[in-house]
């Protein structure tokens, strides 16, 4: 079925410095969202993108987040600077226009140290 | 805000028991409601969804039928097997063109006994 790609799987990285999250959706897919998940909880919505722009964002989608798709290349999650609640394993997805239904990738595991 | 509450935490089954996660949502209108189910080590795929009420949604054994005056859309399977472990997630979005946000449940550990 259809994929949707994280890249990469596990990032180490030290408080303060800025980390980039990779997501390849599937391709005929327009809408684009983040999730956070940490251990052991439920997953919780960060962020949902269409047509270049942010449609909604939750109160976890703080300052220091920010999304974007260059020229229809990885949707991208960075973050700068990183804080050690940041911490968590990160899930993309995507959809069509049409279909409500999300495909997720296999999440991104994030720890700020 | 919308929100979906699963009660059971954790739920520890033999094989061919009888399993019911109860799901109940708060939210306006009328919300497309969805099973995901979660593997280790993966992202949450979807079971299967409902978007009208009284409606049945059903995949591999596992159904759940869409009540707008509980407010519920609680899973049940007649006969779950070892390979049925894994994290239930019930959820909601609003119905298309508005369906920014899909909201989760807390999620629900089943473990089934060989």
């Known amino acids: 079925g259809p994929k949707v790609l994280q890249i990469p799987s596990h990032q180490i990285i030290d408080m303060g410095q800025m980390v980039t999250l990779n997501c390849d959706p599937v391709?005929?897919?327009?809408?684009f969202y983040w999730y956070k998940q940490i251990l052991g909880q439920q997953m919780e919505f960060l962020v949902n993108?269409?047509?270049?722009?942010?449609?909604?964002k939750s109160k976890l989608f703080k300052d220091q987040f920010s999304v974007e798709r260059p020229d229809g290349s990885y949707f991208t999650l960075k973050i700068q600077p990183t804080a050690l609640e940041d911490s968590a394993v990160y899930f993309c997805?995507?959809?069509?226009?049409?279909?409500?239904?999300?495909?997720f990738g296999h999440g991104t595991k994030l720890s700020v140290l | 805000g919308d929100s979906v509450t699963q009660t059971e935490g954790q739920v520890a089954l033999s094989e061919e028991d009888f399993l019911t996660i109860h799901c109940n949502y708060s939210?306006?209108?009328?919300?497309?409601l969805f099973w995901y189910v979660q593997y280790p080590g993966e992202g949450p795929q979807l079971l299967f969804r409902?978007?009208?009420?009284?409606e049945k949604g059903s995949s591999r054994g596992f159904e759940a039928t869409y009540d707008k005056g509980t407010t519920s859309f609680h899973l049940r399977k007649a006969s779950v097997q070892e390979s049925d472990s894994a994290v239930y997630y019930c959820?909601?979005?609003?119905?298309?063109?508005?369906?920014?946000?899909?909201?989760f449940g807390t999620g629900t550990r089943l473990q089934v006994l060989p």
């Open positions: 959820a909601l979005s609003g119905p298309l063109p508005n369906t920014n946000k899909v909201v």
């Open positions: 993108f269409y047509n270049g722009k942010v449609m909604e």
């Open positions: 409902a978007s009208r009420d009284k």
């Open positions: 391709s005929n897919h327009l809408y």
């Open positions: 939210a306006s209108g009328y919300p497309t």
């Open positions: 997805a995507s959809r069509t226009v049409s279909n409500e239904r999300l495909f």
